[in-house]
């Protein structure tokens, strides 16, 4: 049998959704595509184009791993963020798509408040890419991102470069605020930091536990990261700034009580993601 692009595509993809893997469709057109050097888009434009033995191997060595409950970023080494290639090595966390809901919220806030000239910081950065996506948007501001992870910190700055943003965003590292101690106050600070129970973080999907514990594990309750961030940000923020950050399931109501007892912010709010899931806090200076 001669498989094409069409036939590949389609056996795959049922095979998979047997195997109950999670997108067999999406998994199968990223896979390939990689396999073929191609973006997705052209797999359909190629239906009828035949795999050599070699590209046929190549790929079913990237199924094999799908199987092992690798994730298809770290198969491929990139994903999609708001519209940027971001390079994901093992090791890092994943960007997701829930977080793409903090941004749009940021920038919503941004510009609403007509800044331009302003000063972020992202905290946690991970890949890079909230800061390369405000980096890449508001060409007058200044971004600042910082890790705590030096494979993290190595990989933004590899991700900074490949979206041509050097010289755009400063790296730092360290632990969430502190390497932010001799930088300017910001205007905006974001973050997207572990929040997982670190009870539940057995129970996770065994995809999700190839990532970094480190950037998973939220402590007994999942909220040290987060509280620590909204106690320490009062010190770095500017008045009137805002501190946006992700959280998890079943988290706003304590989130909230946590802004509220720190008595620094004003003007409170609670976002929820496509799925109706609270999953974004908002504070404004005071």
Not at 64 to 76: A, D, F, G, H, S
Not at 92 to 116: C, G, S
Not at 214 to 242: C, S, T, V
Request: glycine share 4%.
């Amino acid at each position: 049998m001669m498989w094409t692009v069409k036939t590949i595509l389609k056996t795959t993809a049922d095979f998979l959704r047997r195997k109950e893997v999670d997108e067999p469709r999406l998994t199968t057109e990223l896979l390939l595509a990689h396999t073929l050097n191609m973006k997705r888009i052209s797999l359909y434009l190629n239906f009828d184009r035949p795999l050599s033995e070699e590209e046929l191997s190549s790929f079913r060595n990237l199924i094999k791993r799908r199987l092992n409950n690798e994730p298809v970023q770290y198969i491929t080494e990139k994903t999609e963020f708001m519209g940027y290639e971001i390079e994901t090595p093992t090791g890092v966390f994943i960007p997701r798509q829930e977080t793409e809901i903090l941004v749009y919220i940021v920038k919503n806030w941004i510009d609403r408040e007509k800044l331009t000239n302003f000063i972020l910081y992202d905290i946690g950065t991970g890949t890079g890419a909230i800061a390369i996506f405000f980096a890449a948007q508001y060409s007058q501001a200044k971004i600042y991102a910082s890790d705590i992870s030096r494979d993290a910190v190595v990989c933004a700055k590899r991700n900074i470069e490949r979206n041509k943003l050097s010289g755009r965003i400063v790296v730092l590292t360290g632990n969430l605020l502190y390497p932010f101690k001799d930088t300017e106050k910001a205007d905006v600070i974001i973050s997207n930091p572990p929040y997982i129970p670190t009870s539940e973080l057995n129970d996770l999907p065994e995809i999700v536990k190839k990532e970094p514990r480190e950037a998973l594990d939220g402590g007994e309750k999942g909220l040290n990261f987060i509280e620590r961030i909204i106690k320490e940000a009062r010190e770095f923020l500017k008045p009137n700034g805002l501190l946006a950050i992700e959280m998890g399931i079943n988290q706003s109501k304590a989130v909230r009580n946590i802004f509220e007892r720190s008595k620094a912010y004003k003007s409170l709010q609670t976002f929820s993601d496509l799925r109706g899931i609270k999953r974004v806090h908002t504070g404004v200076r005071l």
